[in-house]
């Protein structure tokens, strides 16, 4: 009797915690179906209130397009040109701060310091109207710089840092290229200012310590690798040497021992040495070449600039939405108005 009491105080369990989770679906189909009822009720709300107000929207934005086209034809045309540039010995973040530098002259108006500081003439300076930087980016050079990363640390620090920290501690100025960009009101500007913002950071004497460092560096370590590889051209050619006249005084029935460092060399080991020290040269005389400069210019300024002509930035378009929102605006205030007018009766 007991167990069937038990059967039946389970079957009802079973029950009850069905029927509760089938409600609780039901509920939540319930819920979701009227959050899309009521997104569709607002969308036709507001697809009633556009038509009603049509007119009005579409007269107001047609008068601020016609301001601001006005504003458009009498303001003078902009023009712009980038350059490219990579960077040696961490001297990014000294070029970001020069051209951050330019362009605060710019928005103070300091025509007078622009033109000293960018060797230019005052009345050149005034038609200065921004000075703009930002990396290239390429996620590539992350996993680069990561494997020389890896290549150059010890085992334990490696380690210790995996690929995602190494990408979160990765800034601007790590990446390899930048791009410079100049706005001005005089299109013949440009090819003037290279120059200047290059020499801006190539003075620096930190970064002039550090390249002659550098070079100091990888001259000697071409001498190294030249007379390692004369060396080894030299092993070579005793070993061969011993190989020919080994080989003729076998002929004869003659046995030569080599030389106990003969034995442990062979040829294949003496050419793969060789191989590794023509490669190293190639790479070090690859290093000289990208290291000549501070600011290597991969693509300098033309000589005529672009019209700016970015829709999203004319007045014609900026006005045309400004006006809008400010009828919308009006119109909302008005029903707002009216609604609490109604509410008061």
Known sequence: MSQQNNQKDEE???????????KGFQNLFNAIGQFFMSLFHLLILALVFIRNNAIKLG??????????????????????STM??????NSAQQLYKNIEFYNELVKQKDSVLLAEALDITVSEAVKLKGFYIGPIRNENEKYELFDKFVNEVDTATVSRIDFKEFKQGFTDYDYKYH?????????????????????????????????????????????????SLSEVDTLRNIYNEVLI?????????????LAQGAKKTNELELFSESLKLNKDLISNNKAKAETTDILNVVSSFSKVGVKESSLFKK????????????MLLFILL????????????
């Open 12 to 22: 009802v369990d079973l029950g009850n915690l069905f029927n509760a989770i089938g």
């Open 179 to 227: 791009q410079i960009k100049v706005k001005s009101l005089n299109n013949s500007i440009f090819d003037k200012l290279s120059t200047p913002i290059v020499n801006s950071v190539e003075s620096n004497p930190y970064f002039n310590n550090q390249k002659k460092i550098n070079d100091q560096n990888l001259l000697q370590n071409e001498k190294v690798l030249v007379k």
């Open 59 to 80: 007269l107001a934005i047609v008068l601020g397009a016609i301001v601001g086209f006005v504003l458009d034809l009498n303001n003078p045309k902009q023009f712009s």
């Open 84 to 89: 490219i540039v990579e960077h040696n010995f």
């Open 245 to 257: 006249t080994e080989a003729k005084k076998a002929e004869t029935g003659t046995n030569i021992t």
């Open 315 to 326: 007045n014609t378009f900026l006005l045309g939405i400004g006006f809008g929102l400010l």
């Open 334 to 345: 008005r029903q707002l108005n009216q609604y609490l007018i109604d509410y008061k009766r």
